[in-house]
């Protein structure tokens, strides 16, 4: 197996990734990153090179990981307008010139594409290739979801070669169907959510203490609108607000989200964790957990960590996390990019306890989520009826 990711960075789908290969039985898994260290060489990667990122134990595991071609850090486009959109194409050629030169990925039978980016050079490097191309979809296919070159690519050229396909909801497999060849496997898979302890169903305390988000810091993740409705809900008193996640790829720091929150009068009850490693120790500290994308989410991971952690959930209503959590029975849903609807959710929780215990209790109960190990076990089968 060849698993294709293009950062090294602390996001979603790599640390999905690294809990898929450590889960991992019946296949021998190889990651490829196309980002080597500035002045040195592509090849296998070093303990140096690896230890701060979300593969950093992988190679004391014994996993193979390979850094290969130039970095891809800026998506499909290395800047604005033509020469921007030209510079990034070329930087996918030669990530895909690279992987196809080397003999570790030459000898994979399954080349499992696990990120958008990825999925665009994985493509280049499988053609014309007797390798079966599996594409794992993250994003909704949309303009809006990935943005409108990766969208193109998406449609006109890398799921027409797609062997098989991984969707992280029935929603995003549907925005991916039309552009889909006859007879592909298709597979809606949740993604590993690497917990390990699930508290007991039902644990709630007497009184909300912290409401809080875990995700990365992006505009579109809907920190912002987290922030004013906190202090719509809680203009006063000993309620704190955790935000939990850091910014990549380029996205805003937390400098505005503080600023918001000054100016909001709520500063010194904000606190911007950062990432951090123990995500499920961060969930349970939280008295309700919100996911509040100003988009449709495809499926966030932490909405499904907020249920089998049986906490208190608040959901925007579109995209997968509508898949998972009904308004009332395991969770609440708002109207997405609404403060008022927000602020409405957590006042509700707030004042009744019985409902958050109930809430709670259900969450955990939440039928269809997956350990780590039947998740890569899923895979697995996958993989290996297109490797036969």
Not at 99 to 126: E, I, K, Q
Not at 202 to 231: N, S
Not at 234 to 246: E, I, M, N, S
Not at 351 to 376: C, F, K, Y
């Amino acid at each position: 197996m060849a698993h294709l990711d293009h950062s090294r960075a602390h996001g979603g789908a790599e640390l999905a990734l690294r809990r898929t290969v450590l889960a991992a039985e019946g296949w021998t898994p190889q990651v490829f990153l196309p980002e080597p260290l500035a002045g040195r060489p592509a090849g296998g990667a070093g303990d140096a090179e690896m230890a701060d990122g979300p593969f950093g134990d992988l190679l004391h595991r014994g996993v193979p990981v390979h850094l290969a071609g130039p970095p891809q850090r800026a998506g499909l486009s290395a800047g604005t307008g033509v020469t921007g959109g030209l510079r990034g194409a070329a930087g996918l050629l030669r990530v895909a010139r690279a992987l196809r030169a080397d003999p570790a990925f030459r000898g994979a039978a399954v080349v499992h594409a696990n990120t958008t980016r990825a999925a665009v050079y994985g493509a280049l490097a499988v053609d014309r290739r007797r390798q079966a191309f599996v594409v794992h979809l993250r994003d909704l296919v949309t303009a809006e979801g990935m943005g409108r070159l990766a969208h193109e690519a998406m449609r006109r050229w890398v799921l027409g070669r797609a062997d098989a396909v991984v969707a992280n909801s029935r929603a995003t497999l549907e925005s991916a169907r039309p552009y889909l060849s006859p007879g592909v496997e298709q597979l809606v898979l949740q993604s590993p959510l690497g917990l390990e302890d699930p508290v007991p169903a039902g644990t709630v305390a007497d009184e909300v203490r912290t409401v809080g988000m875990v995700a990365r810091l992006a505009p579109w993740k809907g920190q912002e609108l987290l922030v004013r409705a906190f202090a719509r809900a809680f203009p006063a008193g000993d309620v704190r607000l955790r935000l939990v996640g850091a910014a990549q790829f380029g996205e805003d720091d937390d400098v505005a989200l503080r600023d918001l929150a000054g100016r909001l009068g709520v500063a010194e009850r904000v606190d911007l964790v950062g990432h951090v490693e123990d995500v499920a120790a961060e969930i349970r500290r939280l008295d309700v957990c919100v996911q509040a994308s100003l988009r449709p989410e495809p499926m966030g991971q932490n909405v499904l960590q907020y249920l089998a952690l049986g906490r208190p959930t608040v959901v925007a209503g579109a995209g997968g996390p509508l898949e998972w959590v009904t308004d009332g029975e395991n969770g609440l849903v708002f109207t997405p990019g609404s403060v008022e609807s927000l602020a409405a959710a957590l006042g509700r929780l707030a004042d009744d306890h019985a409902l958050r215990a109930r809430l709670a209790a259900a969450a955990a109960a939440t039928p269809g989520i997956a350990s780590d190990a039947e998740v890569a076990r899923r895979l697995g089968e996958l993989f290996g009826s297109l490797g036969r």
